[in-house]
């Protein structure tokens, strides 16, 4: 059952592989959220932007969130992203996580038309969640304005938490905007913020982010939850450093297929580069040239011998 | 069964009303898309960005179309919205909308990722259309720009109608940019093109233009159906005057909450104006003066006498 104290490290918006027919492939989904909690995450956020969720079908998400529900993974650790333009569906997917023990969903704004009032926005969530009506939900708003375009403004998240306060009861910020992150710290003391990415961990933890929810801990969660663990410690600025360097070189490529050619690569298995349209894969050239960049300039290698 | 000359006229993205207890109101719904052939509308595109198309869930759009068919209305007559941001729900509305008879679909580009490549889009409508596997698909292809973010450029265009003849047919152009439509008319003179707005429907027959599909034919269909029989008599351009006057009225107010305030008032039915979140209805304020105004100046009153 979910933890009363919420979410709080290192989690990964969860890649998704697809099988020569395109589907999704549940086989190597799994083993990777497996592979990503002996790796260090605190928590699995599957159908993010990262996992391409919104080029997954309903029926698509909903199946590959009971399978991991049906690993050894505690479903108190999972955020499933439940958001869609629309309220119906939205009260479709969120129900289903909720019922079957996820500990919080991450919630994309209705991101079709552009431009909603606060008061459109607000009505939005609150038919969401009395549409679900579970004292077991819990809200993690998904503020990613540089491509859901809507997005969350600090008045609003104001007002859900008023009305909702036992539900939403925290934000992901993928604006890429230190200076919004810490304003809703600022505004929101009790509020579980993760920053969208590990740069901002360090400054986002001595201002008491939550943690953080970022692309690279697909790759790079061992590193990531070090920086997490030894935060008070003296060496953690330097630390920091470490992973800010790693990820400002994996962003450099095109984030989501760059990540999924470095899975690809050290598992040894061609097929888990294959992008969901309107994504294409990293061309190979781009791919060799990421892996030897990384290595040299971070011996950055990924580990699967302990892999199922 | 669909007409082998497509479509062709004046087409509505209808209105969808909605209940008091939020959801789709079947038969409201049902009599507006029947008045609205009485007004002259030669089709109708449910779904579109007018009808709140992206707010309603999976499940409801495929109830609203059932019901529609079960109407008298032709079903070759049906031009429903069955984009959406993935390959697999995209796939499973337009299947339904195929099976159940309809001239054609709608189809907006995968909108949730923005900047995809033109191969990347490519993908997405040939996974869709080989995942329909139907003769009888004619898709229409959705470029709305402002909205959508994501757009079609005329080399994907051309490559689309290139790969599938047969099935990508045409497209509805709401850029709202003329010299967008001129090019492609230019470009593909056998395509199906239809302006966004009927401000631009004289200019576009001109050019070969199939006529419109624009949101405000929920209230004036008879006046743009007019200019559409008559663009080539010696009066067109003083009608299209008249149209295009009335349009720039409308859409002077926030276009949807504006079109169900009409309808609402001259349906004496106050909750015809009720919005889907993040849509919020028009201020009784602005409605009020939107329908003085459009009385006013442009003598505008809707008649409900012979509706169901």
Known sequence: MADKRGFSGV???VLTP??????????RFVAHCEWLMQEGCTGLAPFGTTSEG????????MELLEEIVDSDIDPAKLMPG?????VSDTIV???????????????LPPYYYKAPSEEGLYRFFSEVIEGVDDDALKVYLYHIPPVAQVGFSLPLIGRLIKAFPETVVGLKDSSGDWSNTAAILEAYPKFEVFPGSEIFLLDGLRKGAAGCISATCNVSAAAIRNVYDNWKGGDADQL???ITALRKAIQAFPMIPALK????HYRKDPGWSKMRPPFTELPAADAEKL??????????RLDFAKAA
Chains 1, 2 share one sequence.
């Not at 697809?18 to 086989?27: M, S």
């Not at 439940?82 to 629309?86: A, I, Q």
């Not at 997917?93 to 919630?107: D, I, N, R, S, Y």
């Open 11 to 13: 989690i990964a918006p």
């Open 18 to 27: 697809f099988g020569e027919d395109g589907g999704p492939d549940t086989e």
């Open 54 to 61: 919104n080029s997954l079908g309903l029926d698509e998400r």
């Open 82 to 86: 439940s958001g869609t333009p629309s």
């Open 93 to 107: 997917l969120t129900k289903h996580a909720v019922e079957l023990g996820c500990g919080g969903v991450l919630m």
């Open 240 to 242: 920091q450093a470490g």
């Open 261 to 264: 050619a470095l899975v690809a």
């Open 291 to 300: 892996i030897k960049q990384l290595a040299d300039a971070h011996n950055f």
